[in-house]
């Protein structure tokens, strides 16, 4: 059967004004005179004119997808750019730059050369393809190229015969089934078997074809008993008998180790209604006409799978004691099972005409409107198939590397093997130089330049990397090879922060303190600590944060032991006079200027503790009322308001203090698992008595924690806060007021 081209064209438009009247038909038809003239004198390995393929594909992407104009124009021209003369820029000015770039997009892909791989490999080449389909239609019109490629593949060398049918096996038809198109997915499996088991395929095709008689037969009586009981009941169906698929036949055969005659179930029934209602009562009627096979019935309809099916399935035995499978559903999730994405597409379409930000807004939305566990798993793995979070790239030999966004050479380098990366001279991108700070997208060809007398990685490399794995291997070089500019570099930040915090060097390796400090920051000598710091692995904010309160404290005996010293001396110089130790009376451990036993109580805004600087103000009847000296209550300019003349007054800390003091502190951290856990490790390791936590997440992923504790003194204040300061992720402390 020879069909002129003219001829296979008006085919096509005929095809695309059936379902689609507004089609731009002028447009479409320039697409192909631009696409026969492109390819004029090309020849497909079956010796006809190339056009033929382009016109096939359009066909394809009319007849099972019935996708909008512009995706036929790109079908038609979807081999130009790759193939001829002709560029994006062409196409964009002749036709549209939606046009330009989906037959861009499928260029792309096609330049894709895969090899058989492990399956992780696999999955990672589908994300790739997935993600490199930035608009949909490019998959779309991609797996159409595929399928008629498939469907002419008997006119290439057994060798490519193999390598496409595998590449359609393990890439293709995953896709197409994740996208929800089961048609074509199915037809792309039976061409691959056919040429990846051409043994099993023949047995499987001429045994349903010898039995086909009897098959058609079974099928016949099934179909009208149905479709007759359908009709006494009043209710309007469709029912088409088929018999399963080949692939599908040798899939069970190999799983289940059985010949085609002990296959379960070869035929499925299908039966289409109106309404969901309707689906459960043509259950009803198939369970009472034939016996159901226990534990066979599934009900998508109530648990869609994740990718959007719906159907009631049910077996049963028929006549001849054959077991036949059931499938009711509605006229729209039959359209959606047969044609996924596409059909979800097409209802999109005659909605709002979206943009290409709404085009991926249903995708998700039509994703995560799946429920259940493994609808969670799928939505997850298309969600880095869709937005992606990740790219991936090629190595020289055909290898996928999967990366997070945004990934330079560096991050390349580090994932191949650290020797690669500590190596690394420069990289290259599709044949091309690039710097390290290039970022990676999707599909690049990345080579990496390597010497035997590279210096080594460089400390921007830290920054110029973006995943924690090259990060990590990065700093373990920096801490093996350069352990002596390591400890210079430690030593010179550790210092800077002592001195920034009021500290020498002296206080600390002083021998009475070192072997305490060393506890303390967990390193076995002070040079550890030294390269640690300087390779990265630890701050000296922190090695200061946890030897500072201890310090102070040393330091303030040493102060009160000489103060004590001084006293003595003071002592015997002076009159033997008893001094009258006239200590002022204080009030839960408050002393108030010039007043004796009079009521005080704490401000509830500032929550003041023992070390705050503080203010008093006398209250009309409740006593003094004592803030802390920064807060907004007792501001300079209220303590100046003349109204209230004369109420603020003087009041310190005195000895005999409460047991405890109730305050608040807002701690500040980037959000993450178990923070709540090591804060908590803090309050109990402080001794910190907790009346009550507060959290909240905001939406730039922090979290503010406001807690509510009781504080002994100072001290215990300041061991507490530097406790919250070590933990990762907090990045303030606040003692909030009011
Ligand atoms: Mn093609």
């Not at 943009?355 to 997850?380: C, F, K, M, P, S």
């Not at 690039?434 to 990676?440: A, N, W």
Request: aromatic residues 8%.
């Amino acid at each position: 059967m020879i069909v002129s081209i003219p001829e296979q064209y008006e085919k096509l438009e005929a095809t695309i004004l059936g379902y689609n009247p507004q089609a731009d038909i002028t447009t479409i038809h320039r697409a192909f005179e631009f696409a026969d003239h492109a390819h004029e004198g090309q020849r497909r390995k079956s010796g006809e004119p190339y056009i033929i393929h382009p016109i096939a594909v359009a066909q394809i992407v009319a007849e099972e997808l019935k996708l909008d104009s512009e995706s036929i124009e790109a079908a038609l021209l979807h081999d130009v750019i790759e193939d001829t003369g002709a560029t994006h820029e062409d196409v964009a000015r002749l036709f549209s730059p939606t046009v330009a770039d989906l037959v861009e997009g499928v260029s792309k892909l096609t330049r894709i050369q895969y090899a058989t791989k492990e399956d992780e490999q696999m999955e990672n080449l589908r994300k790739m393809l997935l993600a490199m389909s930035k608009d949909i239609r490019v998959i779309l019109i991609k797996i159409s190229d595929r399928l008629h490629n498939m469907r002419t593949m008997e006119y290439q060398s057994p060798a490519k015969q193999r390598q496409k049918s595998l590449e359609t096996m393990e890439i293709y038809a995953p896709i197409s089934h994740r996208l929800g198109m089961q048609r074509i997915k199915w037809e792309l499996e039976d061409l691959s078997l056919k040429y990846l088991d051409p043994i099993a395929y023949n047995d499987i095709i001429t045994s349903l074809s010898s039995n086909s008689v009897e098959h058609d037969a079974f099928m016949q009586r099934t179909q009208s008993q149905i479709v007759e009981r359908l009709k006494s009941m009043g209710i309007q169906a469709e029912v088409y008998g088929r018999v399963k698929h080949p692939y599908s036949i040798y899939r069970k055969m190999y799983a289940q180790r059985k010949s085609m005659d002990d296959i379960f179930d070869l035929f499925a029934f299908r039966v289409i209604v109106e309404n969901t209602s309707d689906c459960y009562n043509v259950l009803g009627v198939i369970h009472d006409l034939y016996r159901p096979i226990l534990g066979r019935f599934k009900d998508y309809i109530g648990n869609p799978k994740p990718n959007g099916y719906q159907s009631l399935h049910t077996t049963v035995i028929g006549s001849d004691a054959i077991p036949f499978e059931v499938q009711i559903r509605t006229r729209e999730m039959h359209e959606i099972a047969e044609y996924g994405v596409a059909a979800h597409w097409k209802y999109k379409q005659n909605g709002a005409g979206a943009g290409t930000e709404g085009r991926y807004e249903w995708v998700r939305r039509l994703l995560e409107n799946q429920e259940g566990a493994d609808a969670e798993e799928y939505i997850h793995s298309l969600k880095i198939d869709m937005f992606a979070d990740e790219v991936f790239v090629f190595t020289p030999n055909g290898d996928v590397q999967n990366l997070p966004a945004g990934a330079t050479p560096i991050d390349f380098a580090y994932a191949i093997h650290s020797a690669v990366g500590n190596r690394m001279v420069g990289a290259k991108v599709n044949n091309r130089i690039v710097t390290l700070d290039y970022t990676l997208q999707n599909g690049d060809v990345v080579e990496i330049l390597t010497a035997k007398n590279a210096k080594g990685p460089s400390r921007d490399w830290l920054k110029i990397a973006k995943s924690n794995e090259a990060r990590s291997k990065i700093r373990q070089w920096f801490k093996k090879e350069k352990r002596e500019e390591n400890i210079a570099n430690g030593r010179s930040a550790f210092e800077a922060e002592l001195k920034r915090c009021g500290l020498s060097l002296k206080d600390v390796i002083n021998s009475d303190f070192l072997p305490t400090m060393l506890k303390k920051v967990a390193y076995g000598s002070l040079d550890d600590l030294y390269a640690a710091i300087g390779y990265g692995g630890f701050t000296a904010q922190k090695a200061v944060g946890r030897i500072h309160s201890e310090l102070q404290r040393q330091r303030q005996e040493r102060q009160a032991a000489e103060a004590a010293a001084d006293a003595e001396k003071h002592a015997s110089e002076a009159p033997k006079t008893p001094v009258p130790t006239k200590a002022p009376r204080s009030e839960q451990g408050i002393i108030v200027e010039g007043l004796n036993n009079c009521l005080v109580k704490f401000a509830r805004c500032c929550t003041p503790v023992p070390g705050d600087e503080i203010i008093g103000f006398i209250t009309r009847g409740f006593g003094v009322s004592v803030h802390r000296a920064d807060c907004p209550n007792a501001s300079p300019e209220k303590r100046k308001d003349p109204t209230q003349s004369g109420r603020w007054i003087r009041v310190s800390w005195g000895d005999n203090r409460n047991e405890s003091y109730p305050t608040t502190l807002e701690v500040v951290c980037k959000d993450r698992r178990n923070l709540l856990l090591d804060i908590s490790a803090a309050l109990s390791t402080t001794n910190t008595f907790v009346l009550g936590i507060q959290s909240r997440s905001t939406e730039d992923e922090f979290a503010i924690f406001r807690i509510e504790v009781r504080i002994k003194d100072s001290q215990h204040l300041h061991n507490l806060m530097n406790r919250l300061h070590q933990i990762s992720g907090v990045l303030k402390i606040n003692r909030p007021v009011g």
